[in-house]
């Protein structure tokens, strides 16, 4: 089949980072939407939706927030699959009822997190891996129906409902990202310090192998696109080896 056609809805207030994250590991064509200045797709004919990260919480009162969410929703109500991130996750248990809110905490580096369910998603990837963290709201409550597929002790790490995910954790995150991430925020001298000196190239190999689950993704779409007729679940059964894959990648 065509390439599939993929609408992104960035929600990092323009952070140059992000649209080159997603468009090196999105391999399908992209339709890129600014959602902070309240730019959404007047129509719903995609093959997959991606919501990015964003330094904005769920839970506050701005207009492109209820114009994003409302929108979400309707893609949603058509069976269009959905991948959230980070921000992105936390939107997609709002819109299908879930809870988010302020975890008391900040999780921000390379965390491990181990898979809790089992979903197609995460074919290839260990069951217990590592990701670049960056967040202090968590989805607290699943929405109603949804699947816990990762955690770790900060909090849920991805869900799924339908063909909708979640994923608190930032798969697409290369070492720039994450420096210029951590140097924004405001962390003690000593913290700063800290997490800086975890952005390696050795830590974001062993973090590459979270990658796959754009790949998989992708072709959890491709087939929604061809056989719209089949069901949630059994589109998300697992395919072929599931087996650790040795995935290797540069920034």
Same mark, same amino acid.
């Given at each position: 089949?065509?390439? +599939? ?12 980072? $992000? ?21 959404? %797709? ?26 994003? &969410?409302?929108?979400?929703? @309707?893609?949603?109500?058509r069976d269009i699959p ?9 939107? +997609? &248990? ?49 929405? %109603? ?15 799924? @409902? ?8 930032? %798969?697409?995150?290369?070492?720039? $990202? ?6 924004? @925020? ?5 913290? +700063? ?15 590459? %192998? ?13 087939e929604v696109a061809a ?5 949630? &679940? ?8 599931? &087996? ?8």
């Amino acid at each position: 089949m065509s390439q +599939l056609r993929i609408a992104v809805l960035n929600a990092a207030h323009q952070d140059e980072n $992000t649209t080159r994250n997603f468009r090196r590991e999105l391999d399908a064509s992209l339709s890129e939407f600014d959602v902070t200045s309240g730019s959404v %797709p007047d129509h719903f004919a995609f093959d997959g939706v991606v919501v990015t990260g964003s330094r904005s919480s769920v839970y506050w009162d701005d207009d492109w927030i209820t114009t994003t &969410a409302e929108w979400v929703r @309707k893609a949603i109500d058509r069976d269009i699959p959905h991948l959230g991130i980070c921000w992105g996750h936390q939107l +997609l &248990a709002h819109v299908l009822g879930g809870t988010v809110s302020d975890m008391g905490a900040y999780e921000v580096g390379y965390s491990d997190i181990e898979q809790v369910g089992e979903s197609r998603l995460f074919n290839g990837i260990s069951s217990e891996f590592s990701a670049f963290t960056s967040h202090s709201d968590e989805v607290a409550d699943l929405p %109603p129906g949804a699947d816990p597929l990762a955690e770790n002790h900060y909090s849920n790490h991805g869900f799924r @409902k339908d063909h909708v995910f979640g994923l608190q954790f930032h %798969p697409e995150y290369d070492t720039k $990202t994450a420096r210029e991430l951590v140097h924004r @925020k405001e962390l003690s001298d000593e913290r +700063l310090e800290s997490i800086l000196a975890e952005i390696t190239e050795e830590n974001y190999q062993q973090a590459c %192998p979270a990658k796959l689950i754009f790949d998989n993704y992708l072709e959890f779409v491709r087939e929604v696109a061809a056989e719209p007729a089949m069901t949630a &679940a059994s589109v998300d059964a697992p395919v072929g080896a599931t &087996a650790e894959t040795d995935v290797g990648c540069s920034d």
